[in-house]
């Protein structure tokens, strides 16, 4: 077959068309102009100046979590690469996939610290799935297609491909875009379980009396919320979603349990440390999950699907492991699942629920956050994309925005990176343009990213801001209140005028300082037909409750003290 | 308890290799004993037996679970517990005079695999290929003459298996393991 004579560049922005790719982001640079120069010819790509490559990584993290698509970002070399890089690691925690592509020097400069030479795949092979140093213009399209198939295939994750300039200059034939990835052996996921694995699973959840299901990303990943939610009423399971799983299973369904963990609610915590058989569906048992090892469901047997196979074991021991797809795991196991009513251990975990609700608790004068984040649950049905910042904000969202829509709720879990909420909430909308998106933001983590609003102003993407302003690093302060006496250290982020900087940047910026105008400050944003940032002067003493202090576990519970109070009953789940 | 584990893998032999896989090692907190790579019979990979010291029980799956994930790695095989030939090369530079000279040629004619390779007025080079085992013995006989430098290449390993494995190849250690690995 003969080709065109393309330039290496072309042969990129090819590659992205043919896999359909028409929204990246980035930021240009010295050592990958040559790919900006031919961008310029591609108008079905969109490119999204974005004003730090932080801001590029995150925002396709946020695009790929919110459509399933694989997030495309693109850096020049050195500075440029490296600032790209938390946003690598935090896409490889949440398993995202993401395909970064940056500049490099030319190749014969590579190993002289030529300007802006950064050794780029040897700082991220801890942070990417895999990455390549591409070193000829005809290897480009095999690259990107295995590029793009390890990103998103499995566990997905990020793929970085450094592209040295001369490389993306250089005149080679272009025979087209490969359809098939062929040589790939060191590349082969487990998609479909082994028979033997399915059948011990089996076998444990229908002699267990006591089963949870713990519900993670790799459910959202394989789509099998439909599978996931025939199991669970199949079996009459209740279900705990993890951070990351929020909206695998449906917020309002009677076996949804809220999350567990070192914020999660009380019962749901009761519930695992009760229960004798957890089943966890495409998560890793993060330590916030399971504190102290020893003490993590000590009656239980754990059964563990994943389709990694390097999760089954990492953290807890899986007495039946399964490695696959959640999807075609679910599958295989629904049909040698028993039908079961389940009476007795339902009404316990009942009980646990009543005896143990996740309340909101209401301040006078100013509001909580907790409250601000019920509200906009209830005004927008449980319906928006949420995206957040990570610290008590993060914690109180993920116990109060209940819902039922797959992906809708995105956050920065495993790595934990202040600062995703600004990008990745441009990300999620650009990707979902008729969706609501509300980025719950923490005041400090929302300037670390605030150069991000000239970019969404320039996209008009219409994301509504919510920074629950307590004027401090809140989680650190929780801490240090809760771990340190109260000796605080370094807490105070007082930024500038939120009001006034939304104006800056050309958007609606609202002030609430009183609970009564929280309602009416949400309902402006939501009419508003372009970005708004509502700064929410909100209580600073509130802590997230319940607490299981890190590495240990549901007896050292600490329940808010409030809520204890109350006469039970009287407080409302 | 921890063990010693004796890993075979099939990785392409691409420039960065050896750094992805030692990267992997180290950040996983492994302990790599000795790690040998080289040709292997098909021109586009390498082979690596790699020993890994002190696995914990609980990180056997791990070990080689993770180096599967690797993608340049195209076939990961837990030997330990299989029939396997293992060796491992010895150069050995003891210090000896025309006294002594003639003990140490005797002590090598108890090894197989054993010769002197260079000989000086103070000193010879010993050369000896076998299981870790007989270069230890003969490291320990040679102690007293005093060793004055050591190169040893870390161990090489075959399966018996007649089956050669295939691409894509994994042979972890039992998946369900001992009750003790629970927590
Ligand atoms: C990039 C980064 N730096 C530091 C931390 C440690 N950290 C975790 S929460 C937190 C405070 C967050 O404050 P804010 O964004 O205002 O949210 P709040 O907890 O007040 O809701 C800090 C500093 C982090 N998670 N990420």
Not at chain 1, 42 to 59: D, F, K, M, N, W
Not at chain 1, 521 to 535: L, T
Not at chain 2, 47 to 63: C, F, G, H, K, Y
Not at chain 2, 153 to 163: F, P, Q, S
Request: hydrophobic share 40%; aromatic share 6%; proline share 6%.
């Amino acid at each position: 077959m003969s080709g065109r004579m393309l330039a290496g560049g072309e042969f990129v922005c090819e590659s992205l068309q043919a896999e359909g790719v028409d929204l990246v982001f980035g930021v240009p640079g010295g050592a990958i102009l040559p790919l900006y120069d031919h961008i310029l010819k591609y108008p079905s790509i969109h490119h999204v100046l974005t004003r730090h490559e932080q801001g590029a990584a995150h925002a396709a993290d946020g695009y790929a979590r919110a459509t399933g698509k694989v997030g495309v970002c693109i850096a020049t070399s050195g500075p440029g690469a490296i600032n790209l890089a938390v946003g690598l690691g935090t896409s490889f925690m949440d398993s995202t996939p993401i395909v970064a592509i940056t500049g490099q020097v030319t190749r014969p400069a590579i190993g002289k610290d030529a300007f802006q030479e950064t050794d780029v795949t040897g700082v991220t092979i801890p942070v990417t799935k895999h990455n390549y140093l591409v070193l000829s213009a005809t290897d480009i399209p095999r690259v990107m297609k295995e590029a793009f198939h390890i990103a998103r295939s499995a566990r997905p994750g990020p793929v970085l491909v450094d592209l040295p300039r001369d490389v993306l200059q250089e005149i080679d034939e272009f025979t087209g875009y490969p359809e098939t990835v062929d040589d790939l052996p060191g590349f082969r996921p487990i998609t479909h379980p082994d028979p033997i694995q399915v059948e011990a699973a089996a076998e444990l959840i229908n002699s267990a009396k006591r089963p949870v299901i713990l519900a993670g990303r790799g459910v959202l990943v394989a789509q099998a919320e439909k599978e996931l939610q025939e199991l669970a009423e199949k079996a009459q399971i209740p279900v705990i979603p993890t951070l990351l799983g929020i909206g695998s299973f449906p917020g309002n369904h009677y076996l949804y349990l809220s999350l567990m963990g070192m914020h999660g609610s009380a019962f749901a915590n009761l519930v695992v440390d009760e229960c004798d058989l957890l089943v966890n569906v495409g998560s890793r048992f993060d330590d916030r999950i399971i504190g102290r090892v020893a003490d993590f469901a000590p009656n239980a047997k754990i059964v563990h699907l994943n389709i990694d196979r390097s999760a089954i074991h990492q953290n807890v021991f899986a007495d039946a492991p399964v490695i696959g797809d959640a999807k075609n795991s679910l599958k295989a196991l629904l049909p040698q699942v028993d039908k079961q009513t389940r009476t007795e251990w339902l009404s316990r975990v009942d009980d646990l629920r009543r005896e143990h609700p996740l309340v909101v608790r209401d301040f006078d004068g100013k509001p909580s956050t907790q409250y601000v984040i019920k509200r906009i649950h209830e005004l927008t049905n449980g319906k928006a994309f949420i995206v957040t910042g990570v610290g008590q904000h993060q914690m109180w969202a993920a116990q109060h925005y209940v819902t039922d829509r797959p992906n809708s709720f995105i956050t920065s879990g495993g790595l934990g990176t202040m600062g995703y909420e600004v990008p990745a909430a441009m990300g999620a909308q650009m990707g979902m343009p008729d969706e609501q998106v509300w980025s719950i933001c923490g005041d400090a983590g929302f300037q670390m990213t605030l150069q991000e609003l000239a970019t969404i102003r320039d996209e008009k993407a219409p994301v509504k801001f919510a920074i629950m302003n307590n004027f401090h690093h809140g989680m650190v302060r929780q801490w240090q209140t809760l771990f340190y006496d109260k000796r605080y250290s370094q807490i105070d982020t007082t930024g500038p005028d939120f009001v006034k900087l939304a104006e800056a940047y050309g958007m609606l910026g609202i002030r609430v300082e009183d609970v009564k105008d929280v309602d009416s400050a949400i309902k402006r944003a939501q009419d508003h037909d372009g970005p708004v940032i509502v700064d929410f002067l909100v209580e600073i003493d509130e802590l997230v409750y319940p607490m299981i202090p890190a590495g240990q576990s549901v007896n050292e519970m600490v329940e808010d003290p409030w809520t204890q109070q109350q006469p039970l009953g009287t407080v409302a789940r | 308890m921890t063990m010693r584990r004796v890993i075979s893998a099939l990785v392409h032999d691409r420039p960065g290799v050896l750094n992805r896989v030692a990267s992997m090692f180290r950040r996983r907190g492994f302990n790599i004993a000795s790690l040998t790579v080289g040709h292997s019979e098909k021109p586009e990979f390498s082979r690596m037996t790699i020993v890994v010291d002190n696995v914990p029980e609980s990180a056997l799956w791990q070990v080689t679970s993770q180096l599967w994930n690797v993608v340049d790695v195209v076939e990961v095989m837990d030997i330990t517990d299989e029939d396997y030939v293992a060796r491992e090369t010895a150069l050995i530079k003891v210090r000896a005079n025309q006294e002594n000279r003639g003990h140490i040629v005797e002590i090598l004619d108890l090894f197989r695999g054993a010769e002197v390779v260079s000989v000086s007025p103070s000193t010879v080079i010993l050369e000896i290929t076998g299981p870790t085992e007989q270069v230890e013995s003969l490291l320990a006989l040679l102690e007293p003459y005093g060793i004055l430098e050591l190169m040893r290449t870390g161990l090489v390993a075959l399966t018996k298996d007649e089956e050669v494995p295939q691409d894509g190849e994994f042979r972890g250690p039992a998946l369900v393991g001992a009750p003790s690995q629970r927590r």
